[in-house]
């Protein structure tokens, strides 16, 4: 219905490639294998607006001594944007249990903790980000994406771990069946740039005006130590990147 001959269908989205030009993984999955692709560039100044750091001395997310480290190098960045933060969790028992380890610290600081999950409804967890000066903000899944608070409230996207699905979820079990049926590669076809992907939504919460500024740091050390983590890194905006070793 939408490729049909003399239809012209404009399809849009800050989030459409996955680090090649020609939005192949997209137009794939949409049958648009015929259409003409084209990537434009940001209208924001990374260079100027975002800095990054990859944590590259925290332990594998599968390690034993993950937890305990990711609590420190939270604790370690909201303290240098005075919390104004938000904290981005692929599960929420990781986030549960961090936050609860974090309690201490936070009523210390003096930092203000939301937490998704704990009874308030997303649109009222936003709103008392944005108001409540010094906030931190514990989120799952719908904190990675249609979220938006420009400004100085966020001046901080701490990303937990790489946004991976879990594979044993019926209908992306299905999907990877499908494409090891049809001799293709479940991982390099689907995983990885769904996961690249979301992660380009979660770090798009950060810069939303051409005034922001303000800090990525990624807790996940896979990004520069597993072959795959070159694809993530390209896919992301270019900004100043500072290696934490």
């Known amino acids: 219905m939408l490729f049909r001959d003399n239809c012209c269908c404009v399809m849009t989205s800050a989030t459409l490639a996955v680090g090649r030009p020609d939005l192949a993984y997209f137009r794939k999955r949409?049958?648009?294998?015929?259409?003409e692709p084209l990537q434009l560039g940001s209208p924001f100044d990374f260079q100027r607006q975002?800095?990054?750091?990859?944590?590259?001395?925290?332990?594998?997310?599968?390690?034993?001594?993950?937890?305990?480290?990711?609590?420190?190098?939270?604790?370690?960045?909201?303290?240098?944007?005075?919390?104004r933060a938000f904290v981005l969790f692929t599960s929420y028992r990781d986030l549960q249990h961090v936050a609860g380890a974090m309690e201490k610290f936070f009523v210390?600081?003096?930092?203000?903790?939301?937490v998704q999950g704990?009874?308030?409804?997303?649109?009222?967890?936003?709103?008392?980000?944005?108001?409540?000066?010094r906030s931190v903000l514990f989120g799952t899944d719908s904190f990675w994406g249609g979220v938006d608070v420009p400004g100085e409230a966020l001046s901080s996207v701490i990303i937990t771990r790489l946004p991976f699905?879990?594979?044993?979820?019926?209908?992306?079990?299905?999907?990877?069946?499908?494409?090891?049926?049809?001799?293709g590669d479940p991982f390099t076809e689907y995983s990885l740039p769904e996961a690249i992907l979301k992660l380009r939504q979660g770090?798009?919460?950060?810069?939303?005006?051409?005034?922001?500024?303000?800090?990525?740091?990624?807790?996940?050390?896979?990004?520069?130590?597993?072959?795959?983590?070159?694809?993530?890194?390209?896919a992301l905006p270019k900004c100043p990147l500072e290696i934490v070793t």
């Open 30 to 35: 949409i049958g648009a294998m015929d259409v």
């Open 50 to 83: 975002m800095k990054m750091f990859v944590v590259q001395k925290i332990p594998d997310p599968r390690d034993a001594g993950y937890q305990e480290a990711l609590e420190h190098w939270i604790a370690h960045f909201v303290q240098k944007t005075d919390g």
């Open 108 to 114: 210390a600081n003096e930092m203000n903790l939301l």
């Open 118 to 133: 704990a009874g308030a409804p997303r649109s009222k967890l936003l709103e008392q980000f944005k108001s409540t000066p």
């Open 165 to 183: 699905a879990v594979p044993d979820h019926p209908l992306i079990e299905a999907k990877l069946e499908l494409i090891e049926e049809r001799g």
């Open 203 to 234: 770090v798009g919460r950060l810069i939303r005006t051409k005034t922001d500024h303000g800090i990525i740091v990624i807790l996940d050390n896979r990004i520069v130590t597993k072959p795959y983590g070159r694809a993530f890194m390209q």
